[in-house]
């Protein structure tokens, strides 16, 4: 049956302070922000939330190579942006007080990036969003999902599914 899940490793601490929340700006990904801010208000307002963002900077030829960190600070910025619109229009009230980071994807893969942050950040909960359209996608978690579990045997992983209806 489509659901959530969550995954809590045997020796994961029984606390719950930080919650990251990988962003694509897609539907699963606002369904995630929204469960971490239903945790935290169960929880009490001391959580912190951190929405983290992957991206890649477009390849360049070898021409630009100097234009690099113009191009880095463009995209970053174009991040900023879109999280400022993406949180005022999904948390709302709350907005002002998730934090957001910016990881860049460089030949690594994202759930790599993901999992280095979360692991720098010190974050005890990971709550991402996972899409199920048919019957045999609904039997795996998401590529990236599934790549984290993989990788991450410490700390808990909330997946939230966002199954197509009728489905």
């Keep these: 049956a489509p659901a959530n ?6 020796y994961a601490p029984a606390q ?3 919650i990251v929340v990988p962003v694509d700006f897609s539907p699963y990904s606002v ?21 983290v963002n992957v991206y890649e900077l477009p390849n360049l030829n070898i021409y630009l ?3 690099i960190e113009d191009v880095r600070r463009m995209v970053v910025e174009d991040r900023r942006a879109a999280f400022r ?18 990881v860049e994807r460089q030949s690594s893969s994202v759930a790599s ?35 984290l579990l993989k990788i991450d045997g410490d700390v808990p992983m ?9 489905q």
């Design 113 to 147: 990036c993901i999992y280095g942050y979360v692991r720098q950040q010190g974050a005890n909960l990971l709550v991402m969003g996972a899409k199920g359209h048919s019957q045999v996608e609904r039997l795996l978690l998401g590529s990236v999902s599934e790549s």
């Design 5 to 10: 899940v969550l995954i809590v490793p045997e």
């Design 31 to 51: 369904k995630a922000l929204e469960t971490a801010l239903a945790l935290r208000r169960t929880l009490g307002a001391s959580v912190r939330i951190t929405c």
């Design 85 to 102: 619109d993406f949180l005022k229009r999904y948390a709302g009230a709350e907005a002002d007080t998730i934090e957001t980071a910016f």
């Design 158 to 166: 909330l997946v939230i599914r966002l199954v197509a209806r009728g």
């Design 16 to 18: 719950i302070s930080h």
């Design 65 to 67: 190579v100097e234009k």
